[in-house]
């Protein structure tokens, strides 16, 4: 079992930026792809970025390239989503999950989920 615990959401204005982060326990953290995630009130939970268990291959949607991006701190257990340049439209749930095998782009292909941190951008 892994236990991932995200923090850093918060209320921010467009334009802000802001770094939320998910510690993971119970496993190798090394061992696992990470990904977050993101669920809007009313809409499907959607991808956001992933990133390979090593060497650290990303990729993110459409939608936030360029203004955010993954990383991942294995002494530490911890991947990081900073996201910058940040507009309404992100205003979400922000999910991280993990997977021993593959680090893809649908949540079917995560293992273990977090609770979740509430991001909100007014405008």
């Known amino acids: 079992q892994v236990q991932l615990v995200e923090s850093g959401g918060g209320l921010v204005q467009a334009g802000d930026s802001l770094r939320v982060s998910c510690v993971a326990s119970?496993?190798?953290?090394?061992?696992?792809?990470m990904g977050w995630f993101r669920q809007a009130p009313g809409n499907e939970r959607e991808f956001v970025a992933g990133?390979?268990?090593?060497?650290?291959?990303?990729r993110y949607a459409d939608s936030v390239k360029g203004r955010f991006t993954i990383s991942r701190d294995n002494a530490k257990s911890t991947v990081y989503l900073q996201m910058n340049s940040l507009k309404p439209e992100d205003t979400a749930v922000y999910y991280c999950?993990?997977?021993?095998?593959?680090?893809?782009?649908?949540?079917?292909?995560?293992?273990?989920w977090g609770q979740g941190t509430q991001v909100t951008v007014s405008s």
């Open positions: 119970g496993r190798t953290f090394s061992n696992y792809a």
């Open positions: 990133i390979s268990r090593g060497p650290d291959n990303t």
């Open positions: 999950a993990a997977d021993p095998t593959g680090w893809g782009s649908v949540p079917y292909e995560y293992t273990y």
